[in-house]
């Protein structure tokens, strides 16, 4: 997995003047509103993409509770968005990783699948939840404000422009943890969690960790995503968005901190040639499925991964009739 | 009370088989299918098109139905074989939650318009005395066919040669394949009988509540929660999660409305994960 990583510091410089520039392209000229949402709501799914990696390519863990948290960091950061936007930004931020850290809270270790199932289940509760609350919206949803900074209205392109912001923080931020101990740790855990407590980790509290950083991440993704739509309802935050979120990181690739961001560019654009919701699920559905089977270090993989075939055809397919 | 409480058993009953088919399968393939619920809610919905749209006889709807979400089961087997060999076991699960949204979304493209629908109970609806009180006759039929379900399944297991093959192989695969056992055609059949016990609650289910493209998903939730009480290793836990989160989610429909009883009883489960994290009844050899 780690076969990218040396790539990582100067795709990531190129990834921050690329954005920049796109920023200043989106501020500067008077570009199509559609092309400003689609930036926006890019770096938005990114944001959170990169978040789930720090759970799923950091502790090795799979979670598909993250809508969940995205719903509790849109949610709490709406009510605060009256105080101003850095407020609601915190606050998205703390909820997120509050949430996380529920997440990742139950020690229940069974089997090979984890956390899973209890972050599926609590994934959904948490926007059924909200449904029933009707000062927020209820179930059918209420409309976002946007927000005002110093007396200005925040508009299209300048959100845009704090969604490619805060994606470069948190990139720089998951590539800084990714490198530290605390990373290492998380690698430990992934790859031996007998091996990490012998080496004094507690594998219990760095999945905690992982889960909360990774939680603010959704936090403030969901807040993002919901002052880009203007509107929010519980439904916006369906397991769907989970496991969406999962196929960006599966097809971008796990194993990098910028993989992510390619997934979620991928799927910002297959949506738009894709005209009904449904049918789009479907495609990132299958996409996710077949992806993790036969490409499971993401699309960048493909190559190398296409290299081995051929030149181990016959010895491939030996394996494929003996496992038959 | 006595109607509340008969009510609450018997949709206990069907989240506990619902429970108890999701353990099946995780003890005999340490894979946990996050599909479960679409494809039983496939098999519904074909049974629904057959049987109410082409008016073919309720026998024959439900066969074909049960045809249907075996091969589905059996071609979710196979798969499943394959990505084990190719890439450990994430894989699998990870690909059961990209079959979740591709079956979901086809259901919803198919089915999407015109729900919630009603499924015909089988032997009526109307209200029977029991004891005294009045209970409507489909949550009666609805726990008999969950007491029954169960019981074929422990009978299956307990008493039959496959049974036996099966609690061999779920316990040691290395052991049971040197005697003679042939676990992989048995992993095979255990998706199968595991998946139809799915579609065995989801019938009298769809009967109590209504047919909409989420009904069946909300059943694999109470099912998720239920076996996760006994670690989705217990049977025992499994039942008794099963029917206590009937009785608790019917027992506070008394007093709220039923979206918060529903998270309620399931929030009452869940902390109990939290006070015992192994799972209730966790098997001694599960212990390390």
Not at chain 1, 213 to 237: C, E, K, R
Request: aromatic share 8%; net charge positive; glycine share 12%.
């Amino acid at each position: 997995m780690p076969r990218l990583r040396g790539l990582d510091l100067s795709a990531l410089v190129a990834f921050v003047v690329v954005a920049a520039a796109v920023a200043v392209v989106l501020t500067v000229s008077r570009s199509d509103q559609f092309v400003v949402f689609l930036v926006g709501l890019f770096a938005t799914y990114a944001l959170m993409a990169v978040g789930l990696n720090l759970v799923v390519g950091g502790v090795g863990e799979i979670s598909v509770g993250h809508s969940g948290i995205a719903a509790i960091g849109a949610y709490c950061g709406l009510l605060t968005l009256p105080f101003g936007p850095a407020v609601a930004l915190l606050v998205a931020v703390v909820a997120g990783l509050l949430g996380g850290a529920l997440m990742g809270l139950p020690r229940i270790r069974v089997g090979g699948f984890g956390l899973a199932a209890f972050t599926f289940v609590i994934g959904q509760a948490i926007p059924t939840a909200i449904g029933q609350a009707p000062d927020l919206g209820g179930h059918f949803g209420r409309s976002v404000p946007l927000p005002r900074l110093f007396d200005a209205v925040v508009r299209g392109p300048y959100l845009a422009v704090a969604a490619l912001v805060l994606l470069s923080i948190g990139l720089f931020v998951a590539w800084r943890i990714q490198r530290s101990m605390v990373g290492r740790a998380w690698s430990a855990v992934r790859e031996n969690e007998r091996m990490a407590s012998a080496l004094s980790i507690n594998p219990h509290t760095q999945r905690i960790l992982a889960f909360a950083v990774s939680g603010a991440f959704a936090g403030v993704g969901g807040l993002l995503l919901i002052l880009h739509t203007q509107y929010v309802a519980p439904d916006l935050f369906s397991v769907a968005l989970s496991i969406e979120m999962l196929a960006m990181v599966i097809v971008g690739g796990r194993g990098s901190t910028l993989g992510p961001v390619l997934g979620a560019g991928f799927f910002v654009l297959g949506e738009q040639f894709v005209p009904t919701r449904e049918a789009q699920t479907l495609i990132f559905g299958a996409a996710l499925a077949l992806m993790v089977w036969f490409l499971p270090d993401g699309v960048l993989s493909a190559p190398s991964a296409i290299r081995a075939i051929l030149r181990n055809k016959s010895r491939w397919w030996r394996r494929r009739e003996a496992a038959s | 009370v006595l109607t509340l409480l008969l009510t609450g058993v018997s949709l206990g009953a069907v989240y506990a088989l619902m429970a108890l088919s999701l353990v099946f399968i995780f003890r005999a393939t340490r894979l946990v299918n996050f599909a479960h619920g679409q494809i039983v809610s496939l098999g519904v919905f074909v049974f629904l098109q057959l049987a109410l749209v082409q008016a073919l006889p309720g026998i024959v709807a439900i066969v074909i139905a049960v045809v249907v979400v075996a091969l589905a089961a059996v071609g979710i087997g196979l798969a499943v074989r394959r990505m084990e060999v190719a890439g450990g076991e994430l894989v699998p699960l990870v690909s059961t939650f990209g079959l979740m949204l591709v079956v979901s979304s086809v259901i919803e493209l198919r089915w999407g318009s015109g729900q919630p629908y009603v499924i015909p109970a089988p032997f009526g609806k109307d209200l029977v005395e029991v004891f005294g009180s009045a209970i409507p006759r489909q949550y009666l039929s609805s726990l008999a066919i969950a007491v029954l379900g169960t019981l074929a399944m422990a009978l299956f297991l307990a008493r039959t040669q496959i049974g036996l093959q099966i609690r061999a192989a779920a316990d040691s695969v290395e052991t049971s394949e040197l005697l003679g056992v042939p676990t992989r055609q048995l992993r095979i059949v255990v998706w199968c009988v595991g998946t139809l016990a799915g579609l065995l609650a989801a019938f009298p289910y769809v009967n109590m509540v209504f047919l909409d493209t989420h009904a069946l998903n909300t059943l694999m939730l109470k099912g998720f929660t239920a076996a996760a009480l006994g670690g989705f290793r217990s049977f025992t836990a499994a039942l008794i999660g099963g029917l206590s989160l009937g009785v608790l989610e019917v027992g506070l429909s008394r007093f709220t409305s039923g979206t918060i009883a529903d998270l309620g009883s399931m929030a009452a489960i869940i902390a109990m994960l939290f006070i015992v994290p192994r799972g209730m009844f966790a098997l001694r050899s599960d212990r390390d």
